[in-house]
């Protein structure tokens, strides 16, 4: 299973990694907005003709596409604290048509997620 999934599913009560997916999944399938002025579609296009489904599989990982639909699901701001670089960046996500109503932290290390205090 995911890291990214654990660690969504870490902040939004009563749900599992697998629910998260499943749900994010969901989101994209629909085609649901994720970016102001870019058709999800168009996003998805790049990544291949089966993004979706393969994101339903619990060994697939998930990345930006599947936080900023986190966003928009649960209207989070999304703070990633980027570990790869020496001064630790940070990546904000925000919801794509309302105020956050939330903000979570999450860790990257460029090849794992985790929640973040």
């Known amino acids: 299973m995911s890291c990214l999934f654990h660690s969504l599913a870490?902040?939004?009560e009563g749900s599992t990694a697998e629910s998260v997916r499943q749900t994010v999944c969901d989101?994209?399938?629909a085609e649901r907005p994720l970016l102001d002025g870019l058709e999800t579609s168009a996003i998805l296009q790049y990544e291949g003709p089966?993004?979706?489904q393969g994101m339903r599989l619990s060994a697939t990982w998930g990345g930006?596409?599947?936080i900023q639909a986190a966003c928009n699901l649960w209207g989070y701001r999304i703070v990633v604290l980027?570990?790869?670089t020496e001064t630790c960046t940070e990546i904000e996500f925000l919801p794509v048509s309302a105020e956050p109503t939330r903000?979570?932290?999450l860790s990257w290390t460029?090849?794992?997620y985790e929640p973040a205090p």
């Open 50 to 52: 089966h993004y979706v």
């Open 103 to 105: 903000t979570i932290h």
């Open 64 to 66: 930006a596409i599947e």
């Open 10 to 12: 870490h902040y939004i």
């Open 27 to 29: 989101y994209l399938a």
């Open 82 to 84: 980027n570990r790869r």
């Open 110 to 112: 460029g090849g794992h």
